[in-house]
């Protein structure tokens, strides 16, 4: 791209669904979205909840001929489930995995076995460079009592922290993702108003699909219709999000979602909808300079409120590590009680044993169990209790700097 | 800074062994720390092993006067152990935490528990950006049969990798800390040469201290003599490297020890010796680019090196999952066939019991024991596996891109 000549972006962003035994039709989905891929030709295609690695090997062969380039980021248990498809060579990658991610213990949610992440690869187009991250947070299970909050505002946080160390060198990033919280939280303002990206929905020239751009919506057959009770139109999670940071200017021309169904197929790709979004990057006559996300007071006001939900996370956190390290001190009395009156009973000093062999087994064996899972969620809490307080004291620290030197 | 003056730079780096409970003479050794802190008055201080808050805190009341800026870096049970004194205003910061980081089950080597990272401030001086680096990788506890080079060679990866894309907007990279690599290991060619950095040690004009450099020596009162005893001189692990990216130039005027004993005293800081460079940084006429790490046909052959040994840690990793996974379906399978003689002797149907009431029971619970552990165990090897595979991919990508563009 030379003078004033523009360059046409196509990116497509989906969560995939593909969740091995789990998610519905699974094969059938992940076929139609490749054979749509190959028939759409975008020019970067970003996945997430792409679990199964046979799954990305099977797209991956399919793609080979218009996506030369892919990219799958491992990490946690199961996997990020983030992988990229690109027309253009990927330079480089790196993966940061959040710090926190929901419990273990939470089976049922299970957001903690897929080590949740944030991927970047680098590519350049046309002597552009271009920081392109795919993400995906921690789901919210209930906007009422949403007990991940703190963690999402913690992931949110760190995104935009990695993406605002990272970048400093592209000409124009790109986020694309399933961030799990609506347009108005929280943590959208703050990682907006952080990295000053901008969302390609409100600032699309041009938009076609579900209304309010949701991307979760009761029409589409997958989702749990009790859920989005709330929300008769749906909700609007998954993102493209960009900003130009030196000399050049993007602009969304276009926004696309699905609407609840595959093209011509009576199923959709996911539960999910899928955003496909057509940015024009052009060149300046001279550097833009680095973008400002929000005003500052704006600014100091939301890494503010989010401290404040941090601070909320960290409390409940400590509660939770001192009723984990009581409950673990007692198990270990109680074992030691046990060891003394069996003692007693070896060295016949003792009264005797109060109970029969095997209850007095059964009930050692409790208190063995007891104290190794209290220990363990004890030194859990003490993980999420220091990565809650270095969040705080970051965002203490930037509130800091944002009001000594504006 | 302007024109051609020159800005003068003091760096101290230390690994302070600074463990509560364990490490010899820790309160003493840490106030002794902190008063030729105060005393010398360096620009900044990076230390590692400051495990516990209440250390840092102490340290942080007393240097106050001296450094008025600092940083905790918090992770794992334990913490991170990284922190930074400055002269100057901190106005970032961010944390990496390593993927792989040894074995929990490893108690007595524990660096499991410490969440081990890499910590990054960004200060800056006379308009000067300087990203400052602070890290401890994996210690080596054998070095003739090291099952942890492959977790380390992970480490020293994501550490190049992670100031390659953080570093990019920055005038000065430093980088100091306790690296666990001697200076001719895999590991620190391939951080060296994927990054550019270079050693202070090798570049100091003036050298004042222990032969080599070493850093870890027979001398120091606190170091175990029988794992110096191939290396009589002692080793050189502990670092301070350094860059300059834009148009600065930076060079070591002087580099210096201590030798095994604090100034004046009868006992050392620390089972480590201390670093102390001082740096001058030029501003240059024109922009310098990006200096070169290494002959990118060298480059090739380090990586590849690299590559090598994390496939070797794989191929251990997928052994040891295999195992463990086997080993879960044996105690599942025991478990099954203690239900069933179970439920035989229970509804009359079967042959009766051929065990004891207590000793069936205790078999149960050994049974259950064993499925917990080696399931827990089987996903941390296959957490393990991932980030090998994809440290692997990473670096396969990269070999790729060097040598389509050279």
Redesign the interface.
Known sequence: MEGNSTLQLRIFDLNCWAIRYLSKRRQERVRLIGDMLCREHFDLVLLQEVWSEWDYSGLNAKLGGCYPFS?Y?????I?SGLCVFSRF?????????Y?LNGYPYMLQHGDW?C?KSVG?IIIKISGIVFNVYVTHLHAEYCREKDAYLPHRLVQAWELA??I???S??ADVVLLGGDLNMHPEDVGIRLLRGWTGLRDAFTEAACFEGCEDGCTLIPNNCFTIKAELMPFPLGIRIDYILYKAISSFTVRCEELKTTMGRAPGMDIPFSDHEAVMATLHIQRQGQAAGVPVGMAEPMLVDVVTEARMEVGVGLRAAQQQRYSMGRLAILALLLLLLQAVAALGTLTGLGVGQPFP??TF??LA?LAIGVLLLATGLH?FH??EV??L??TE??MR??LR?LQ??P
């Open positions: 990219h980021f491992r990490s946690g248990v996997g060579p990927i330079l480089d990658t790196l993966l940061y995995q710090s076995f080590g970047l922290q990695f605002r160390h990272t400093k060198a062999k095997l087994s059964l064996f030194l003490t993980i220091k990565m307080q270095g004291e970051q620290m930037v700097v000594e030197h």
